[in-house]
């Protein structure tokens, strides 16, 4: 592959989720060559709304900043709530502030040999509806808000994605039953670890009625003295779009047996 990315073996060696993240940060450093050494020369960007499709390594700037005045491109910081990976695209949640204030943005990057080759960019809920629309379900959309609302401490917005009935049964099965079992939990976690979130949510497989997901929790103790990022390895099971069965697991691996072989609903 042409560009300078493709001849990188580092980045053909990230992960999609590290890859990505690695072009904001280099980015919101100001690093813009950083960050167009991650694209393919050939990258093509779409934005909602916008009148046309851009392309090549050039167009990051007009596709990412904030607009220039008198020729100077005003370099807007991005805030990364999180990054959900399915197979070869990594959907970015991002924040960034403009003219007009905070505006939520759903940017989805595929990448092709470590590099970003196609990029389109929508404001949340549009972007949202759109993964509903491609992916026949609302079962994306269910986690990716749940994740959404559990990394910005959103108890009542997390609880949307569980069925009123759920069962949630933790890798060392503990079992949490019912929107009061969520809380309980939510709580317990909270009691010890005042600071969580998840990162990197990767979306392992699907059929009919489960997700099976992996991802790194982050916690942080109330002072931020102390932190510990642990590996999650789902399985949801959905009744509609609410999850009505979670169960964890210890490995990736587990999980997908788990999935396969029907023990996990």
């Known amino acids: 592959m042409n560009g300078p990315a493709g001849s990188d073996a580092g980045a053909a060696a990230r992960q999609p989720c590290e890859l990505v993240r690695d072009l904001y940060e280099a980015w919101n450093a100001g690093d813009v060559a950083g960050a167009a050494a991650l694209l393919s020369s050939s990258i093509r960007w779409e934005t909602f709304g916008a009148s046309g499709e851009l392309s090549g390594p050039q167009a990051m700037q007009t596709t990412l900043a904030g607009g220039s005045t008198g020729g100077t491109w005003q370099l807007s910081p991005v805030t990364i709530d999180v990054l959900v990976g399915v197979v070869q695209h990594v959907i970015a949640f991002t924040r960034r502030r403009g003219p007009d204030g905070e505006r939520e943005r759903l940017e989805v990057w595929t990448l092709h040999d470590g590099a970003a080759v196609h990029y389109r960019g929508f404001p949340l809920e549009e972007g949202l509806a759109v993964l509903t629309e491609t992916t026949g379900s609302r079962r994306l959309e269910a986690v990716c808000r749940g994740v959404l609302a559990f990394n910005r401490g959103d108890f009542d917005g997390w609880v949307e994605l569980f069925d009123a009935d759920v069962e949630f049964v933790t890798a060392e099965l503990d079992v949490w039953r019912g929107h009061a079992g969520i809380r309980a ?12 979130r998840l990162d990197d949510v990767n979306i392992l497989a699907e059929s009919a009625i489960e997700l099976v997901i ?3 929790q982050h916690l942080e103790s109330a002072d931020r003295t102390l932190r510990v990022a ?3 390895h789902l399985v949801i099971a959905f009744e509609g779009r609410r999850a009505r069965r979670v169960s964890g697991h210890a490995t990736a691996e587990e999980a997908m047996a788990a999935a396969t072989d029907g023990r996990s609903p």
């Not at 939990?185 to 969580?196: D, F, I, V």
């Open 230 to 232: 642990e590996p999650l």
């Open 214 to 216: 992996s991802a790194i």
């Open 185 to 196: 939990y939510w709580q317990s976690l909270a009691e010890l670890w005042p600071r969580q």
